[in-house]
């Protein structure tokens, strides 16, 4: 019979793994399994998201704004709200839970803007980029997991609950998004891309993989449960 892996030694320095990729990709689904995974492995494990941060306050509220349905946000003002958003967020939650040993499982960091706020609504890349340093202030991911599906998934997927203002976005703009990250997966650092159509229980295991090669953690798969669905951001 297969075992939980033994309560490792405390770590002096945690691990920040973001899962990335379109809206409905799953990366809800999979970052909790990954973070009860961790849990199961006697690890210190947080799961966290942006915009916002669940337990950052502030930031949840311009999480509020920004995905508002109705709200009419020009995109720079859009990109600003996303970058305040992650100040708080890095500053109050991801940088100290860190620093104190644990594995921060986010959805989504400084690569969706990339792609939401440069490649799909066309700002300038530089500037972008140059806004989520200052943001992230040093703050980077330790592994990136980019899961990727065509834009044609996205009607096919939890279509029983209301969508968001981003989700509400125009297929053009979906495709835009995926491809953002598609070319992204292959030129930025420490980012893996995982094919977001295959089975819940495979695309876990792969990330434990994944995780696994770039940290060093070895943790089992939790068995899936039939009440974990695709949500997002």
Do not use: W
């Amino acid at each position: 019979m297969k075992t939980r892996s033994t309560r490792p030694p405390k770590r002096e320095r945690g691990i920040f793994i973001v899962l990335e990729g379109p809206d409905k990709s799953g990366k809800s689904t999979q970052a909790a399994l990954l973070t009860r995974a961790l849990l199961d492995a006697g690890l210190k494990a947080i799961h966290t998201r942006e915009p916002g941060g669940t337990s950052v306050p502030f930031a949840e509220k311009i999480r509020e704004l920004l995905l508002e349905p109705g709200n009419v946000v020009h995109p720079l003002s859009e990109l600003l709200l996303y970058e305040a958003a992650r100040v708080q967020h890095v500053e109050e939650l991801v940088r100290p839970a860190v620093a104190k040993g644990a594995v921060v499982v986010c959805e989504r960091f400084t690569l969706a803007t990339v792609v939401y706020q440069g490649y799909a609504r066309g700002l300038d890349p530089a500037l972008v980029r140059r806004l989520n340093r200052v943001a992230a202030s040093g703050v980077r991911p330790d592994l990136t997991i980019v899961l990727d599906i065509p834009e044609s998934q996205f009607r096919k997927r939890d279509a029983r609950r209301s969508l968001d203002r981003l989700e509400l976005e125009t297929a053009p703009f979906r495709k835009r998004v995926r491809e953002g990250y598609r070319r992204a997966a292959k030129s930025e650092p420490k980012t893996v891309l995982l094919d977001g159509t295959a089975p819940k229980f495979v695309i876990h295991r792969d990330i434990l993989d994944r995780v696994s090669r770039r940290t060093g953690l070895r943790i089992a798969p939790v068995p899936l449960e039939p009440n974990l669905v695709e949500s997002s951001p």
